[in-house]
């Protein structure tokens, strides 16, 4: 059954620092470009970083670049997203996608998507 789950979402303070779990079952990662995006009620789901499938080109989301990196575990089938320095507008739900002919963090783009996990940044 192919599925991506991310984990790693919670509540954390202003300035703190949260590392987002994407594990994929039924396809190799590697094979695609990846994406991950927020969400929050009301707004469209935008992109916030993305890794071409070579890893060669990384897309940063407004004012993400600096704070936020993307990588990939090869053996554990998983990307993750470390965000650092979080801001209070940082909060949403973050979904991991993946494609194989995704223009990088384009969401029409991507085939493949998780179920989501909740970040909120709040004192």
């Known amino acids: 059954q192919l599925q991506l789950v991310e984990s790693g979402g919670g509540l954390v303070q202003p300035g703190g620092s949260l590392k987002l779990s994407c594990a994929a079952s039924g396809l190799t990662l590697d094979n695609y470009a990846i994406g991950w995006f927020r969400q929050v009620p009301g707004e469209e789901r935008e992109g916030v970083i993305c890794i071409s499938r070579s890893g060669g080109s990384i897309f940063y989301g407004y004012s993400v670049k600096g704070r936020f990196t993307i990588s990939r575990d090869s053996a554990k089938n998983t990307v993750y997203l470390q965000m650092n320095s979080l801001k209070p507008e940082d909060t949403g739900v973050y979904y991991c996608?993946?494609?194989?002919?995704?223009?990088?963090?384009?969401?029409?783009?991507?085939?493949?998507w998780g179920q989501g996990t909740q970040v909120t940044v709040s004192s």
């Open positions: 996608a993946a494609g194989l002919l995704s223009r990088l963090c384009v969401p029409t783009t991507y085939d493949f």
